[in-house]
């Protein structure tokens, strides 16, 4: 696809699989450019990658209102609106950090750059757990995705896929998958936080695994080899 190119609202919402709204909000906000006809709106791909590829590098570790995971009172935030609008903006940033880190599964081959894939894995379901605290915080729902139930990981992170590392932890982690959909297809703000949380610890620890068995040069083991 040419950075050229225009692409729909849906066709946007699909790709970096969020909601419609989501898209709408962030070219409400001026987030995502978009050239309005008649009543819809186009979006160039070369404006949608350099959003994404923004985010990305604007996506730190650290939270940004200096709340700690668990303890989104401490953020700073005293106006009700003014907490839920930065909610908003958090799970909208967080949504985008996601969409770029199932791209990036959705597009790799097998190769040694796995680790580090699981490792943003981590980082998006770390930037959406602390998203979800501040959206529950602020006393806002989450908008329940009944499909989740069904969805799955990228190909890459499914099981009998020949993925390699200790079958304890692919277990421990196909399980956080599941908790994490049922809860995203859910109401809770919070219990998205605690399955992302745990998400993210599954995946790092699957990440870690692979990182030391690196520099010894000897490739991970198959599933099931312990």
Do not use: C
């Not at 597009?107 to 770390?126: N, S, T, V």
């Amino acid at each position: 696809m040419s950075s050229d190119d225009f692409l729909t609202v849906p066709e946007v919402a699909e790709r970096l699989r969020v909601r419609t709204m989501t898209i709408y909000r962030w070219i409400e906000a001026g987030k995502l450019p978009a050239l309005q006809v008649g009543k819809h709106y186009r979006i160039r791909a070369g404006d949608l990658e350099a959003m994404l590829e923004d985010s990305r590098v604007r996506a730190e570790p650290a939270d940004p209102w200096g709340a700690e995971p668990g303890q989104p009172e401490r953020a700073g935030m005293t106006d009700p609106d003014e907490q839920r609008r930065q909610a908003i903006a958090m799970n909208d940033a967080a949504a985008v950090q996601w969409a770029e880190a199932m791209r990036v599964h959705l597009l790799a081959p097998p190769d040694a750059g796995f680790p580090a894939r699981l490792h943003d894995l981590a980082a998006a379901a770390r930037t959406r757990a602390r998203a979800a605290r501040v959206a529950d915080a602020a006393g806002l729902k989450w908008v329940a995705q009944p499909g989740a139930l069904q969805s799955q990981p990228p190909y890459e992170l499914r099981p009998d896929t020949g993925r390699t590392g200790p079958a304890g932890l692919w277990e421990r982690f196909d399980a956080r998958v599941a908790e994490y959909n049922q809860a995203i297809a859910r109401s809770s703000a919070r219990a998205v936080a605690d399955a992302a949380d745990a998400l993210a610890d599954a995946a790092d620890a699957i990440a870690r695994a692979h990182d030391e068995r690196a520099p010894g040069g000897e490739a991970a083991g198959r599933t099931g080899s312990g």
